[in-house]
């Protein structure tokens, strides 16, 4: 019998949230964090579908003109979640679903000189 392959997504309780890429960059730096950080990116993919609004350090809302981001003209609040190396997603959160706006492998040039506050 012949069976067809593939990746088996992983199921999200429903006291879980929902992530999905909210641009294009977000989509790549993903690909490209697989590919350099997968542990640091499956502990990340936990965080952010069990407790994305909990601000535990190195974790949490971003401050100053990156505090809050706006798409549809309703403003969220700009989270972020650092990995090693400097490795930064950033997100906003709409209901249950976690919205990626950037996931950059490296320090964002937008954060080195005002960090997050």
Do not use: F
């Amino acid at each position: 019998m012949a069976t067809k392959q593939g990746t088996v997504a992983c199921p999200t309780k429903s006291t879980e949230w929902v992530i999905k890429y909210a641009t294009s960059q977000a989509r790549n730096g993903w690909t490209d964090m697989c590919a350099t950080q997968k542990n640091a990116l499956t502990d990340a993919w936990d965080y952010l579908t069990k407790k994305p609004l909990a601000d535990e350090s190195p974790h949490g809302r971003l401050k100053g003109d990156l505090a809050t981001v706006t798409r549809s003209g309703v403003s969220h609040d700009r989270r972020q979640y650092e990995l090693k190396n400097g490795a930064r997603i950033w997100y906003w959160v709409e209901g249950q679903t976690v919205m990626l706006e950037r996931v950059e492998t490296h320090h964002p040039n937008a954060t080195k000189k005002r960090g997050k506050g």
